[in-house]
């Protein structure tokens, strides 16, 4: 078996624009403190392509990768120190909390081949979902409606409309059941 990752080439689309966006994210957005600022990160989100509407929250320490590849939905929030690694789409519903320091990511590498190519999948959270602190969202995933991810999860797999799932690899743990 004679490959050598010297052969390896991954694309880089969008490489400027990605450079540009970095070093806003960096700068501008994580500057744009409190929430009344919270209206200025959406449109600089959306300036450089996202689906943010006015009544999100992102908090100005929250990574993003690739606002051209994020759709957000009303009254969600995005807590403090999270992560999107959105080489591919993340769609994120309405009513959705993710919490302080969770990592969405929707890029991996092809075991199956000594090169180790990237391969990516989307990432969709739900309406009314939460993916409480320090969890990871791998690639491909679905949270599916109302479902509850435990803090510091791991989410490999799809997790079921109304249900709670923790752990690492994160499994189904019960139902969620609302009290009216």
Known sequence: MATDLKDYREEKPRF???LLWRVINATIFR??????????????????????????MIYPSCKIYAPWNL?????????????????????????VVISQGSFLCTASHDISNLLLPLRTDPIVVNDRAWVAADS?????????????????????????PWTVAGGNPAQFIKKRILKS
């Open 71 to 95: 759709e957000v939905g009303k009254y969600t929030t995005i807590g403090p120190q999270t992560e999107l690694y959105n080489k591919d789409y993340i769609r994120i519903g309405s009513n």
């Open 16 to 18: 400027l624009l990605r």
């Open 136 to 160: 990871f969202i791998g690639q491909g995933v679905v949270i599916g409606e109302g479902a509850v991810v435990g803090a510091r999860s791991a989410v490999f797999k799809s997790v079921d």
């Open 31 to 56: 500057l744009l403190l409190g929430v009344r600022l919270h209206v200025i990160r959406n449109a600089l989100l959306c300036l450089f392509g996202a689906k943010v509407p006015y009544h999100a």
